[in-house]
T-cell receptor, first 115, second 112 residues
Framework: DAGVIQSPRHEVTEMGQEVTLRCKPISGHNSLFWYRQTMMRGLELLIY????????DSGMPEDRFSAKMPNASFSTLKIQPSEPRDSAVYFCASSLDGGRTDTQYFGPGTRLTVL | DAKTTQPPSMDCAEGRAANLPCNHS???????VYWYRQIHSQGPQYIIH???NNETNEMASLIITEDRKSSTLILPHATLRDTAVYYC?????????????FGTGTLLAVQP
């Protein structure tokens, strides 16, 4: 299996622009997670989905952030409009809910820089 | 989920065992101890988890004290590639809120 796939790996944009991050979870996994990592705040959970339904979005910082999971094999995290403080590495992870370990498998991340 | 306390950093000589401690004095009876690590510029990676008994897999061993208030992750023969931040997390496995809360972790530096 290819593991969790994220694109793009790097994104540089200007303040005010829309940014869309993409994630393809591991085939057969039914939970998907979006995390953000910064030096100041560490790794934070933004939102997670179970069977394509958002379960907990309490970590989404504000209305500028939105996430969708239209099907079991694809999810997006959108920031509109982007701001310099959104600069971070964004990770997507997936897991097989109900599996013995509930192990989360992380993607390589998208490094976002907002100028 | 219960909170955990880990030392911010540790050193270990290559080839020696690395013992990473974690305190979780408020752990509940149904909470598991999970360990993940994050190598620089990569996503976190699952290592091992346990409830009460000691566990071992191809990566590491997990020793949980009898009162479950602390645990130790053991890398039996550390290599330079084991240099990473190690996170100890306690949570209910398979619970309704299937999420990980990452703390600040321990930066393990394996020295040649």
């Amino acid at each position: 299996d290819a593991g969790v796939i994220q694109s793009p790996r790097h994104e540089v944009t200007e303040m005010g622009q829309e940014v869309t991050l993409r994630c393809k979870p591991i085939s057969g996994h039914n939970s998907l997670f979006w995390y953000r990592q910064t030096m100041m705040r560490g790794l934070e959970l933004l939102i997670y989905f179970n069977n394509n339904v958002p379960i907990d979005d309490s970590g989404m910082p504000e209305d500028r952030f939105s996430a969708k999971m239209p099907n079991a094999s694809f999810s997006t995290l959108k920031i509109q409009p982007s701001e310099p403080r959104d600069s971070a590495v964004y990770f997507c992870a997936s897991s097989l809910d109900g599996g013995r370990t509930d192990t989360q498998y992380f993607g390589p991340g998208t490094r976002l820089t907002v100028l | 989920d219960a909170k955990t306390t880990q030392p911010p950093s540790m050193d270990c000589a290559e080839g020696r065992a690395a013992n990473l401690p974690c305190n979780h004095s408020t752990i509940s009876g149904n909470e598991y101890v999970y360990w993940y690590r994050q190598i620089h510029s990569q996503g976190p990676q699952y290592i091992i988890h346990g409830l009460k008994n000691n566990e071992t897999n191809e990566m590491a061993s997990l020793i949980i004290t009898e009162d479950r208030k602390s645990s130790t992750l053991i890398l039996p023969h550390a290599t330079l590639r084991d240099t990473a931040v190690y996170y100890c997390i306690v949570r209910v496995a398979g619970g309704a809120t299937n999420k990980l809360i990452f703390g600040t972790g321990t930066l393990l530096a394996v020295q040649p």
